[in-house]
């Protein structure tokens, strides 16, 4: 079964701190690998997106860093605000059923003021 | 905001009846999801939709149905709803290989 992993469950960081986020795929013909932002009460919505062409994209503070080789990629928020606190979702896509997405189970990030 | 809309947005219902969910979009996107997202368990796919009466099992499609008779609509079907069905329901809609945008979700209870 394909499956994303996805580490930590939970995460609690200062305000102004570095939130670290990863996840870790099997399906090598994968090659979409987006991140999505969940606040309570709300659908996910689409944070940053990074395809395989690339290590790294970087948006504002919100940066994808992905390890090929390793099949890993991670989510790192820089200068973490409270606004940040929600949940995270990585997920991945491609290969013979591109338009079927495997998402993690989502990590839920608290940043204290 | 993508245009997609889900009906109802809440719901109470006794266990046994029928319960059938709507989503609605207006983006003409060929795929579309329904999702089941429970405490600890992430986003799980039910039923997808590639194309009007195209439509294929997720991971826990079992006591769900679907049907797609439309580009714009596609219902989620619970034809003798349990209380292990309890649980918020979200749509979304994509293209292939391309990010989902997702609605606001349902909450549903079964007791």
């Known amino acids: 079964q394909q499956q994303v992993k996805q580490s930590p469950q939970s995460l609690i960081v200062q305000k102004g701190g570095i939130s670290i986020i990863n996840c870790a795929y099997e399906n090598t013909a994968f090659d979409y690998f987006p991140w999505y932002q969940q606040f309570p009460g709300k659908g996910p919505a689409l944070l940053i997106a990074i395809r395989p062409d690339v290590s790294e994209k970087k948006e504002g503070r919100f940066t994808i860093s992905f390890n090929k080789s390793a099949k890993q990629f991670s989510l790192h928020i820089m200068d973490s605000q409270p606004g940040d606190s929600a949940t995270y979702f990585c997920?991945?896509?491609?290969?013979?059923?591109?338009?079927?997405?495997?998402f993690g189970d989502g990590t839920t990030l608290t940043v204290k003021p | 905001d993508a245009g997609i809309t889900q009906s109802p947005r809440h719901k109470v219902t006794e266990t046994g009846t029928p319960v059938t969910l709507r989503c609605h979009q207006t983006?003409?996107?060929?795929?579309m999801y329904w999702y089941r997202q429970d405490p600890g368990h992430g986003l799980r796919l039910i039923h997808y939709s590639y194309g009007v009466k195209d439509t294929d099992k997720g991971e826990v499609s079992d006591g769900y149905s679907v049907s797609r008779s439309k580009t714009e609509d596609f219902l989620l079907t619970l034809e003798s709803a349990t209380s292990s069905q309890t649980s918020v329901y979200f749509c979304?809609?994509?293209?292939?290989?391309?990010?989902?945008?997702f609605g606001p979700g349902t909450r549903l209870t079964v007791t």
């Open positions: 983006e003409n996107h060929r795929y």
């Open positions: 997920a991945a896509s491609g290969g013979t059923n591109a338009g079927k997405s495997t």
């Open positions: 979304a809609i994509s293209e292939p290989g391309d990010e989902q945008y």
